[in-house]
């Protein structure tokens, strides 16, 4: 079975750093593209990063360019995020997802995690 | 950065009617539209790429339509288990959802 799953979200407080993981099986993980999708308490949901099958480029968005960094080992098949100077508009359930193919561009997120929490508060 | 629109915000339905969400792009993408469909604490589930392809497994009763800036979703005959959220998507240059369409009755 195809499957994602989140881990690493927590309370944090503002100024801190946090880590995600997304564990993904029943598929060749380094085919595919992979993002990070965050959706606010009462928001929708909001693209946050991407990284290509082979992990050598990806992308961000505006607001958390220069704090985030995405990551994979495709040995793992473990997608990662890694925030820091984290404040209370990063909190959000934060999800992965799959790309349709390797490339991250022009491919839609085919399979989704459940999320994870992280809350910024002192 | 491309921006999306969608309405209405809300949909107040009944089982069996059917149901239209029009979703409108800042700038022209083509056909590079996605729709999802969300349930509170359910992973989100893709319904059309491309915006008129079916994702795998999707009941045919949902449909996609446009092209351009102007696309639209179809739900032909509304089920208990559509009650949910809808989002589109735009992923012509990176990625930007929509705000989003709740579907309740």
């Known amino acids: 079975e195809v499957q994602l799953l989140e881990s690493g979200g927590d309370l944090v407080q503002p100024g801190g750093s946090l880590r995600l993981s997304c564990a993904a099986s029943g598929f060749t993980f380094s085919n595919y593209a992979m993002s990070w999708v965050r959706q606010s308490p009462g928001k929708g949901l909001e693209w946050v990063s991407s990284?290509?099958?082979?992990?050598?480029?990806?992308y961000y968005t505006d607001s958390v360019k220069g704090r985030f960094t995405i990551s994979r080992d495709n040995s793992q098949n473990t997608l990662y995020l890694q925030m820091s100077s984290l404040s209370a508009d990063d909190t959000a359930m934060y999800y992965c997802?799959?790309?349709?193919?390797?490339?991250?561009?022009?491919?839609?997120?085919?399979?989704w995690g459940l999320g994870t929490l992280v809350t910024v508060s002192s | 950065d491309i921006q999306m629109t969608q309405s209405p915000s809300t949909l107040s339905a009944s089982a069996g009617d059917r149901v239209t969400i029009t979703c409108r792009a800042s700038?022209?993408?083509?056909?590079?539209l996605a729709w999802y469909q969300h349930k509170p604490g359910k992973a989100p589930k893709l319904l059309i790429y491309k915006a008129s392809n079916l994702a795998s497994g999707v009941p045919s009763r949902f449909s996609g339509s446009g092209s351009g800036t102007e696309f639209t979703l179809t739900i032909s005959s509304l089920q208990p288990d559509d009650f949910a959220t809808y989002y589109c998507q735009q992923y012509e240059r990176y990625s930007t959802f929509g705000p989003g369409t709740k579907v309740d009755i």
């Open positions: 700038q022209g993408i083509g056909t590079w």
């Open positions: 997802a799959r790309s349709q193919l390797a490339s991250p561009t022009r491919n839609a997120f085919d399979i």
């Open positions: 990284i290509w099958g082979n992990g050598y480029s990806s």
